[in-house]
């Protein structure tokens, strides 16, 4: 499977998340009155790497989807793509969450847990990776020629390759 190389870095960070968010578990289960607090902290695992492994499959469809629609080249045709390929992620993560709710060796609160591994490995991709995301006017080039940085003026919609120095 050929994903890009952001896809890898939010699923690693989500792999990472989950682990945490299931110590996390662990040790709240663990502190807690509860009569097998091992048990227990086994089923929130077991919640929150279902659902971490939803988004997982979540984030390569939706690249996988990003990258159909634009070689359709017909918008119509590409937004009923988008569409049904949203409608099939929702799907999925309906069908998690019905397992989570109704096979007893997965916690639901678990799987509530664990579905936030996304949003949250976004934030922290996000805050790691500043100059992904800098808008254009803040992107430095650095020339091959002289060595020095320029930025690019984003907002210039002629073609003449002006550059801000």
Known sequence: MNISYTSRRIIMIMIVLAALISLGGAVFFHNGQAEDPILLAMHFSFGVLLTTCLNCVKIILLEKTAARVVELNDEARGKNFARMQY????????????????????????????????????????????K???????????????????VYDSHEDDDSGDVQK
């Open 87 to 130: 409608f099939f992620r929702f799907l999925l993560t309906i069908a998690v969450f019905l397992a989570a709710a109704f096979v007893p060796f997965i916690d639901l609160f678990g799987a509530i847990f664990g579905i936030f591994t996304m949003q949250l490995a976004m934030y922290v991709w996000r805050f790691t990776s500043p």
């Open 132 to 150: 992904e995301f800098a808008p254009v006017d803040e992107q430095p080039a650095q020339t091959a020629s002289t060595g020095e940085f320029r």
